[in-house]
């Protein structure tokens, strides 16, 4: 079945800086790629996701990017501030109802 | 409030006892799913229930043991559980089609003592 990898496992960054967390998937099927975030004592939140006829897609502070060729795709987030700590999960899919998702990426914003 | 209500928020049970955990949408999806999280592992997916129907059971012990009654509401029934099933059980909904977004219910935190 499909397997997500996900990096890094921690992220720090200073408040302003940019975040980058990258993915790599191993179905060559996949075509829809979503990103979540997980706050404490929360689910996981849809914040943006990008299916594979695209190749980037921008939502005021978040983008991602996706790369069929190579079978990654990638979350940038830009002026980070500290509310944008929490855990981050890529996922893939190739259909419907077959979701799989990376191991989570804790980001941490210092003020 | 996501849409998605899980019931209880935190359980406590004894290897010997019998549970169910609740989910409840009323987004219109017609897909759910119980998804089991651990610390630093991939979120597992246990079932997938589309219009009402299993459609999958990713080879999880039979201690487990989904009821979906109807398009809005999941169970998960458990008994006789482990002490490594201690995790966090996630339900999630969705429309029953190729890209649709998973909406997630906030989770039942299982302690197995």
């Known amino acids: 079945g499909e397997n997500v990898e996900q990096h890094p496992s921690t992220l720090s960054v200073q408040e302003g800086d940019s975040a980058v967390i990258k993915c790599t998937y191993s179905?060559?099927?996949?075509?829809?790629f979503p990103w979540y975030k997980q706050e404490l004592g929360k689910g996981p939140q849809l914040i943006i996701d990008i299916r594979s006829n695209v190749g980037e897609k921008k939502d005021q502070r978040i983008a991602v990017t996706l790369n069929k060729t190579a079978k990654h795709f990638s979350l940038h987030i830009t002026e980070t501030q500290p509310e944008d700590s929490a855990v981050y999960f890529c996922?893939?899919?190739?259909?419907?109802?077959?979701?799989?998702f990376g191991a989570g990426t804790r980001l941490t914003v210092k003020p | 409030e996501t849409g998605v209500t899980q019931t209880p928020r935190h359980l406590v049970m004894g290897m010997t006892n019998k549970k169910s955990l609740k989910c409840e949408q009323h987004?219109?999806?017609?897909?759910m799913y119980w998804y089991k999280q651990s610390a630093k592992k991939p979120l597992e997916l246990m079932f997938v229930?589309?219009?009402?129907?299993?459609?999958e059971n990713n080879s999880v012990p039979s201690r487990f043991s989904p009821e979906c009654p109807n398009s809005s509401h999941l169970f998960l029934h458990l008994h006789t559980l482990q002490p490594e099933d201690s995790a966090l059980y996630l339900c999630?909904?969705?429309?029953?089609?190729?890209?649709?977004?998973?909406?997630f219910g906030s989770g039942t935190r299982l302690t197995v003592v």
């Open positions: 996922a893939a899919s190739r259909g419907h109802n077959d979701m799989r």
């Open positions: 229930y589309s219009l009402e129907e299993r459609v």
């Open positions: 999630a909904s969705s429309q029953s089609r190729e890209g649709a977004g998973y909406t």
């Open positions: 179905d060559s099927a996949s075509n829809y």
């Open positions: 987004l219109g999806h017609n897909a």
